[in-house]
């Protein structure tokens, strides 16, 4: 996706003086992540029409998109494996949206787990992407604050008696302190390697 047609449409914005030929990677660079970005929330939504679980993957993305954005954590190595895992993650989740008989107890434990691992935990930078201390603190502040906003969220679902939105927002918390969890232990890893 980077190549040809990310290219070819900076050298057409370049062409149509709607961007200094200077910045061309930056462009360039910026709308491949767009695309990347258009293409997963597309096949996130075509697993949801698979599943026929449209308005899940819709909350389970509004929950996770910024929390993910923010608090980091683990990053695959190529784009190719970052779409698979990002493929597997969604059908797992909504799968266990699905088949797991929920409970407002279940819900509300796995939340309170969830938003602990994202406390204390965010932000996780990736390896090639080490983060400064504002950086860290500015991200650090956003996530609290989406996740407060969601936690709020899955309580308020659940005491007004729609436990099926409280579980996807629950859910795009609880992927979300996996992801960090794996990113801790991958930049952990790299630390040992690096050190040796």
Sequence with gaps: MKSAMTRRITDILISNEIIIAKNRNLYTYGLQQGLLMILNVATILGIGIVFNMVWESIIFLLTFVPLRSNAGGYHAKTQLRCYLYSVAMITVTLVGIKIVPWTGVICL??????????????????????????????????????????????????????LAISVCIMMGNVVVGIVLVLGRVKLSQHMVVFTH
């Design 109 to 162: 434990s796995l939340t309170v787990v969830a938003g602990t691992i994202i406390f204390f935990l965010a932000p996780v930078e990736a390896v090639n992407k080490p983060l400064g201390q504002v950086e860290k603190a500015v991200y650090k502040k956003r996530t609290r604050v989406s996740l407060g906003l969601f936690v709020f969220l899955v309580m308020l679902f659940c005491y007004i008696g729609q």
